[in-house]
């Protein structure tokens, strides 16, 4: 499929090192924050969201840190792996709108070498 | 379970032309997004249907628009079609409205639709 990857910053890393993907927010009163992952030719994938009450929130193999002070949030991928080479979106909403709006950062494309 | 299914997945358009872009959510789920996806300007943010009724709309011109079904079933249209339409239009959905404690989105796979 067509790459969305175009003019995006890149981080490339060997296989089996830890990666840590950043995203600077727009909207100080967003609640709510979602990390996908987009494989050329496909949506976007859900892999781990965070609420504003928290700052930390660890998955499998994906920890995403929240500092709403700078708004700023990370995600970290333990021991990368050739398959999670893709696009990485951060998006925001808020909830207590009512609305789903989410709104997306521009990305990073995530290049993992065996 | 089937996922969000969107079709169809290519479409070529002439300048001028309309389109409709149809997106089926998960079962279940009521709530249906719209985005736009380009290289230049990533993911941006279209309109949003709940139940019928649009609940929210994006920065774009009148002439993208869409609808909801009774089934949750959601269609966008584009008219007189420019070329800095071609993009990959994705939808997501959602169980409920954001008001609830739902927080799972699932998108499709999109549709590429390419103005010549």
């Known amino acids: 499929g067509e790459s969305v990857g175009l003019h995006l910053p890149t981080l490339s890393v060997q296989e089996g090192d830890n990666s840590i993907i950043n995203c600077a927010y727009s909207?100080?009163?967003?609640?709510?924050f979602i990390w996908y992952k987009q494989e050329s030719g496909k949506g976007p994938q859900f892999i781990i969201d965070i609420r504003s009450n928290m700052d930390k929130r660890q998955g499998q193999r994906v920890t995403v840190l929240l500092n709403k002070t700078v708004k700023h949030l990370s995600l970290q991928i333990a021991a990368t792996q050739p398959g999670d080479s893709a696009v990485y979106f951060c998006a925001e909403t808020y909830r207590a709108s009512g609305y789903s709006t989410l709104t997306f950062g521009k990305g990073t494309m995530l290049l993992v070498s065996p | 379970k089937a996922g969000v299914t969107q079709t169809p997945r290519y479409l070529i358009k002439t300048r001028g032309q309309q389109v409709t872009l149809s997106c089926s959510p998960i079962?279940?789920?009521?709530?249906v997004s719209w985005y736009q996806q380009t290289p230049g300007q990533g993911l941006q943010f279209l309109f949003e249907?709940?139940?019928?009724?649009?609940?929210n709309k994006g920065n774009f011109p009148g002439r993208f628009s869409g609808r909801q079904f009774s089934n949750s079933r959601s269609e966008m249209n584009v008219s007189t079609l420019e070329l800095g339409d071609s993009a990959l239009y994705l939808c997501?959905?959602?169980?409920?409205?954001?008001?609830?404690?739902?927080?799972?989105?699932?998108f499709g796979s999109g549709t590429r639709l390419t103005v010549v």
């Open positions: 079962s279940g789920h009521r709530s």
């Open positions: 997501a959905s959602s169980r409920s409205n954001m008001a609830q404690n739902n927080y799972g989105y699932t």
């Open positions: 249907y709940f139940s019928e009724t649009q609940r």
């Open positions: 909207n100080s009163a967003s609640d709510y």
